[in-house]
C-alpha cells in the first residue's frame, strides 16, 4: 500500500525533522508546501545518517521552486522575494521518500517524477 502524507513547511521547522523522519521509516512518501534551503536539506540529511539501519535504509529527496516567468522580469522577482519574506518560506514544493520505495526522483525545472 503506498502512502502519502503532506505536511506543512511550519511542522518541520517546529518537529525538526522527528516526525518526517518516522513516517519515512514507514514507508510514508512526504509532501512539503515549500523548498527547503540547502542547510535544511543538509540538516536532514544528517538526521537521516544517523537513522540508517537494516530496515532503514535511508531516503531520497527533491525540491522544486516556484519562479516568477521571465517575462514578468524585474517585477516578477521583486514580488516572489517579496511573498517568501511575508510567508516566510520559499515556494515550491519538497518530495521525501524512503529509499526502499523511491529508487530515484528526476527533476527538471518544473516537475518532479518519482521512480518506483
Not at 502512502?3 to 514507508?27: G, S, T, W
Not at 516578477?76 to 515556494?91: C, D, H, M, S, T
Request: no cysteine.
Amino acid at each position: 500500500m503506498l502512502r502519502i502524507k503532506f505536511v506543512p513547511y511550519e511542522r518541520i521547522k517546529e518537529e525538526r525533522f522527528k516526525r518526517i523522519l518516522k513516517d519515512l521509516a514507514e514507508n510514508t512518501i512526504v509532501l512539503v508546501d515549500a523548498k527547503l534551503d540547502a542547510k535544511e536539506e543538509a540538516a536532514l540529511i544528517a538526521e537521516t545518517m544517523k537513522s540508517v539501519s537494516d530496515k532503514f535504509s535511508g531516503i531520497e529527496l527533491s525540491s522544486i521552486e516556484m519562479k516568477a516567468k521571465k517575462d514578468n522580469g524585474h517585477y516578477g522577482r521583486f514580488k516572489n522575494a517579496l511573498v517568501e519574506r511575508i510567508i516566510g518560506k520559499k515556494r515550491g514544493m519538497t518530495v521525501l521518500g524512503p529509499a526502499k520505495v523511491v529508487q530515484k526522483i528526476k527533476r527538471n525545472p518544473e516537475e518532479l517524477l518519482l521512480y518506483m
